[in-house]
């Protein structure tokens, strides 16, 4: 049991953040690249990856894990891109160092679905049983050669007007 729900339920439910975190933050990514905010998705998506890190620490895992390291990590950059979009509004450095974390904290989502699609879905299971064979580590390469190239443009291309302090 977890926070009362069974562990099925509660895995179900983490799921289905992380998928909401990536869905979202593909559109907000889509977004960065047409220097458009999209301040509803950004939340959403803000939102969505906190929750995904939250929740991950409440599965029981003994010991440090680098499932746990990745939330921590994870977490500290959502701190940035919070603190750099919410409370500095984009001014100066801290559009880039937004774009930059919020773009960061999305690979790492992806990260973790390719590690668990490999781990449970049945038809990639065999092709990198231990996630060291080539299928695992191609598919590592490339989300991360994607997210550098478009996470460079997006740090290039977003350049909305400041955020009016309130």
């Not at 050669?145 to 996470?151: A, D, E, I, P, Q």
């Amino acid at each position: 049991m977890i926070l009362g729900l069974s562990t099925q339920t509660f895995t179900l439910i983490h799921v289905i953040i992380s998928l909401l975190a990536i869905a979202s933050g593909i559109l907000v990514l889509t977004g960065m690249l047409r220097s458009n905010r999209m301040p509803g998705w950004t939340a959403l998506f803000l939102l969505t990856t906190v929750l995904t890190s939250v929740t991950g620490f409440l599965f029981p895992i003994r010991g440090f894990t680098p499932a746990l390291g990745t939330g921590i990590f994870s977490l500290a950059l959502l701190g940035l891109a919070l603190y750099g979009l919410y409370s500095k509004h984009l001014s100066g450095a801290w559009r880039w160092v937004y774009v930059t974390t919020a773009v960061a904290s999305l690979y790492l989502n992806v990260l973790v679905l390719i590690v668990q699609s490999f781990q449970k879905i049945p038809a990639l299971t065999p092709l990198a049983p231990t996630q060291s064979e080539p299928p695992f580590l191609i598919a590592q390469v490339i989300a991360l050669f994607v997210f550098v190239v478009l996470g460079t443009l997006a740090a290039i291309r977003f350049r909305p007007a400041a955020i009016a302090a309130d």
